[in-house]
């Protein structure tokens, strides 16, 4: 049984085999179906010898009607040539099997002695025949591949679409991510240049943290998934490099609540939002910008804050976290990411409070699948969310 089974899983996985076990299906159906009748004749072997000529019309009406009617005229809207030809062509596939049953089965098989036999001529008139008979019979089978293929062709196409769209959203996703390491990268280095104008001590401890966070972002932010832990130590070592370049004048407290540092999350996104959070709150003009960063990761689930002040010099540019490139990319990475998340902005004109959460469970496992926003719980954390 199981190499009967190997052998048909085999013959599914070509082409010619699927043909070729769809004509045996046929021939068997149409064998089955006349056994009722072969108590006349002189037995099964000659129904089913005399059946293999009789499916020759049906299979030049199958192959004639899929492969080159449809494809050629029909799915082109050419519907006045499909039909004129489906016509012509029927009539006469009809004629050359009513010329097979006259001149080879109904001699060997449905006739005794010596008959008259209708001439060629005859069965070309014989129209009503030929439409109620075997053009039915016939074409039963075409329509039956007809259906058959295009079943075929819309789960291909199905198939291809999910592909292209799961290369689609990957593709997209590392173009947002490639679009975060020269956002930050810029930012990093117009910190190394004011610290060298300055001639500061500082310069080499920047260059060591910008190669860690460098290294990080070149092979750990192409995997889909890292530890919470490595994303932690990121945050830690940016926070570090952005304190050597604005010293004792910038406030900052990073708060960690992590029940289990293994818990994994997609690379990179809170790095954006805490970036922000220091062109936005610590490169203006305030004698002690503050940063206060929040993170929670309980029972599967990330909350995320980021809390700072703002200069007024960037008040004409309010809008700027909002549709920035890098807030831009956090939505749509999210949007590829996960299927359960929060992203929030708040502004008034002295600060920005940005909160995100994530269903760490939800995470689309194949990317294209489609993403579905859902609010999640914020009351669970109110030490997190409140103002």
């Known amino acids: 049984m199981r190499q009967i089974n190997n052998l048909f899983s085999r013959l599914l996985q070509h082409r010619l085999g699927r ?54 005229f029909f799915n082109r809207q050419k519907f006045l040539s499909f ?38 001529s005859e069965i070309l008139v014989q129209l009503a025949h030929l439409v109620t008979v075997y053009f039915p019979e016939i074409y039963l089978i075409a329509f039956a591949m007809t259906v058959l293929k295009q079943q075929k062709s819309q789960l291909e196409m199905k198939q291809r679409n999910i592909l292209l769209e799961k290369e689609k959203a990957s593709t997209e996703l590392h ?25 500061s001590d500082k310069a080499p401890e920047t260059v060591i943290k910008l190669s860690e966070i460098l290294d990080y972002i070149l092979y750990k932010g192409n995997e889909e998934i890292v530890s919470v832990e490595k994303e932690v130590k990121l945050l830690d070592n940016y926070i570090a490099l952005e304190q050597l370049r604005y010293s004792n004048q910038l406030k900052i407290s990073f708060v960690k609540n992590i029940e289990n540092e293994s818990v994994e999350v997609s690379p990179l996104l809170l790095l954006t939002i805490v970036e922000n959070a220091f062109k936005h709150g610590a490169s203006g003009s305030l004698d002690a910008p503050l940063i206060k960063i929040e993170l929670i990761v309980k029972d599967q689930q990330l909350f995320f804050k980021v809390f700072n002040t703002k ?34 902005i708040q502004e008034s004109k002295e600060d920005y409070l940005v909160t995100l959460s994530i269903n760490l469970k939800s995470r689309i496992q194949e990317p294209g699948s489609g993403a579905l926003k859902k609010q999640m719980n914020m009351n669970e954390f109110p030490e997190l969310f409140s103002a």
């Open 19 to 72: 043909h070729l076990l769809f004509w045996i299906t046929i021939y068997l159906v149409f064998t089955i179906a006349q056994s009722s009748f072969v108590s006349k004749y002189e037995g099964t072997f000659t129904v089913i010898l005399l059946n293999l000529p009789g499916m020759l019309p049906t299979v030049i009406a199958a192959y004639f009607l899929n492969y080159y009617l449809i494809p050629k």
């Open 83 to 120: 039909f004129i030809l489906f016509g012509v062509s029927g009539y006469f596939i009809c004629v050359l099997a009513r010329i097979i049953n006259v001149y080879v089965a109904e001699p060997l098989l449905y006739r005794e002695g010596s008959f008259e036999q209708e001439s060629i």
């Open 175 to 199: 173009f947002l991510k490639a679009q975060i390491h020269p956002h930050f990268l810029f930012n990093t280095l117009n910190n190394l240049y004011v610290l060298s104008l300055k001639k």
């Open 311 to 344: 200069s007024l010099c960037f008040e004409a540019d309010n809008t700027e976290i909002k549709q920035g490139i890098g807030v831009s990319n956090i939505r749509r990475q999210l949007a590829l990411i996960y299927r359960e998340y929060d992203f929030a």
